[in-house]
């Protein structure tokens, strides 16, 4: 075996596993709280990463400041999105609050193909030099959307395991009535959740431009990965996507060198589907 290469696509997969945890989580985390499935999650994605194109050219900005102004901007987009389109079907039936999503997402895929067309559009690294380790070959970006993924995956568990806000959040997603019971505006803590999951599904964005172009077709491929991610993991289990989605990465990698290109990406989903038969809770999920 050429240790090089596997070394070589060990850090690619990385690369892709760290996009992978940033938007499962988001995903994740929405259902775990709220029940939701957030059909909407890839073009939040998408409309970072477009937006990051925008700022940075039209205002002549950098990478860094684009990316604080862009994920700010999704921010307030998730609190509109559960105002406007997830909040009203809270209690109804879970396919009015699919359809919901899904026509949001509809609206922002086109009306992305509107504003900037259907081509990529590159966003220029803030630094792309490469640094040799051995026999891999590792850009500054790269670092910097690995570095950049392990801070937010690390702020996230703080937040959610270690603040007033992250109790009363999990509270809500373990138990809807009794966390009203005892105060908590479970109004407030779903916003809360829309805007975290919104900045995370931003930060995906702005983070693919490092090593992708930007494009309005990026948003469906990754939220259907991004299912199977947290349906390998168990649905609404944060710290299991994350896990799932670092090892689903890096082995999706690994596959397309040593098996099959041409069937890379029919791997992640022939996983899920034996995940599925074997334990349907997920990995990480309860019966």
Known sequence: MDWDIFGQQLWNGLLNASIYVIFAAGLSLVFGVMRVINMAHGELTMLGAMLLYTVTNLLDISYYWGAVIVVAIMATVGLLLNRVAVLPFLGQSELRVILSTIAVSFVM????IAAWGSGPKGVEAP??????????FITTASLLLIGTCFVAVVGLHLLLARTRLGKMTRATGQNLLGARLIGI?????????????SALAALAGVLIVLVSAASPNLGQPLLITGFA?????GMGNVPGAIAVGLFLGTSEALFG????TYYRQGYLYAVMI???LLRPQGLFGRR
Do not use: E, M, P
């Open 109 to 112: 895929l086109h009306g992305s």
């Open 127 to 136: 630094f792309n030099s490469i640094v040799k380790v051995g026999g891999i």
């Open 229 to 233: 991610v947290v349906i390998v993991a």
């Open 185 to 197: 505006n479970t109004t407030r803590i779903y916003d809360t959740t829309l805007i975290i999951a």
């Open 257 to 260: 060198q040593y098996v099959s």
């Open 274 to 276: 034996v995940v599925l």
